[in-house]
């Protein structure tokens, strides 16, 4: 049974002391770029882009679309001002600060050992941070980027860890595995309290021997630790269940921002193309996606909130894709009508009063339900076709 982890970095994987760290890195860039604004404004108009950062839950805007929004107006400065010195602290200034940190023996150990697992592995660091910034750190670790699956940056992430989405998107990326996952790290309200509300099994990293269970922590301890729970423990007990209103929201949150992901920058020829006789082409599960967010989950909705007790349809959707002439449609329109969609779909749930959730129904196929049941099919749904998204792009 492959095991997927998600592993923090910044004090599991890489002594940080984010004390010390943040204010010689606020520091330091705040005096590459004193020839162009004055610290004090520069540093307030990066707290105020990492603020936004932290409370952005927007799904169609990638962190450094929300943190630019703020930091260069609040500056009065067009971003071309500032490329060439922020690349140059990025790639010959920031590296410096690796002094500020230690490596970790035991994690290098352990990461190498769950990789002779085959244990899949993202590094799920907090997505604050640029991408050449976060690779520093993983190389201050002992690490190489290229040798995990998932690297979350600023870049190509659209939720921070304050989000049970932010792990749901991580795992949307990596073509939302069936198996056990497990998130590790050290820091109680963005790694364990958002992964165990998505459904996840969570180990908090400590530098003491390991603790018993707590209700909030989890299982504790170091890595040394979790190898010998993981090697004394069934994985298939880390099988994640999104079965509460946390999960679903979370996954329905992350679908839109993982498929902006995954198919930002297809060209023509590769939205059309079908990997074999059997595969439906991207634009056909898109479009598939979409018009079963706009026919069916909008209607399955507006029963709930309309009725005591709806029987809710289950129109047959494996036609559409031939009667409809999907392949015909523009790829990049779709995944924006999408996003449209779902954002309406949460709009319209927010709507919903919580003793609504428990509200019972009898479904075309399943029989007995409840709201919550409902809803728990869509974001199933979901993950099933960014599985099919996942492994087609593979294929192509």
């Known amino acids: 049974m492959t095991l997927t982890l998600l592993i923090d970095l910044d004090d599991t994987l890489l002594n940080t002391n984010m004390e010390a760290f943040i204010p010689a890195y606020f520091q330091a ?231 902006n992901g995954l198919l930002h920058g297809l060209d023509e020829t590769t939205w059309a193309r079908e990997p074999s006789a059997e595969d439906w082409a991207m634009i056909e599960i898109v479009c598939h996606m979409l018009d079963t967010e706009r026919e069916i989950h909008h209607m399955q909705i507006k029963l709930f909130s309309e009725q005591n007790e709806p029987f809710i349809p289950r129109p047959d959707t494996s036609v559409w894709a031939s009667q409809r002439d999907y392949l015909h449609e523009n790829g990049p329109l779709a995944v924006k009508e999408f996003n449209d969609a779902r954002r309406e779909t949460l709009n319209l749930l927010s709507q919903i009063p919580a003793e609504t959730w428990e509200r019972k129904a009898r479904h075309a196929i399943f029989g007995p339900t409840d709201f919550l049941e409902v809803i728990g099919f869509m974001a199933d749904h979901d993950r099933m076709h960014l599985q099919q998204v996942w492994n087609t792009l593979k294929k192509l």
């Open 29 to 259: 860039l705040a005096k590459e770029l004193g020839t162009y604004v004055a610290p004090d404004i520069m540093l307030r108009a990066l707290m105020a882009g990492t603020n936004a950062m932290n409370t952005s839950d927007d799904f169609s805007r990638t962190l450094v679309q929300v943190f630019d929004a703020e930091f260069y107006p609040r500056m009065n400065l067009a971003p071309d001002v500032l490329r060439a010195p922020l690349e140059n602290f990025y790639d010959n200034i920031f590296p410096s600060l690796g002094s500020l940190t230690t490596q970790r023996p035991e994690a290098r150990e352990f990461v190498e050992w769950a990789f002779s697992k085959g244990y899949r592995i993202a590094v799920a660091t907090d997505p604050l941070f640029p991408r050449e910034a976060t690779y520093s750190r993983l190389r201050w670790a002992g690490f190489e980027p290229e040798q995990f699956e998932i690297v979350s940056s600023f870049e190509n992430f659209h939720f921070t860890k304050t989000h049970p989405a932010y792990y749901a998107e991580v795992l949307g990326l990596m073509g939302w595995p069936d198996g056990p996952v497990l998130m590790v790290g050290n820091d109680i309200e963005r790694d364990i309290k958002p992964s165990k509300m998505l459904g996840l099994a969570a180990f908090h990293v400590e530098n003491e021997p390991a603790s018993t269970s707590g209700p909030e922590a989890g299982v504790r301890g170091n890595l040394s630790d979790l190898r010998r729970w993981l090697e004394s423990t069934d994985l298939s007990a880390l099988i994640p269940s999104f079965k509460t209103m946390d999960s679903i929201l979370g996954v329905l949150s992350a679908t839109p921002a993982a498929m």
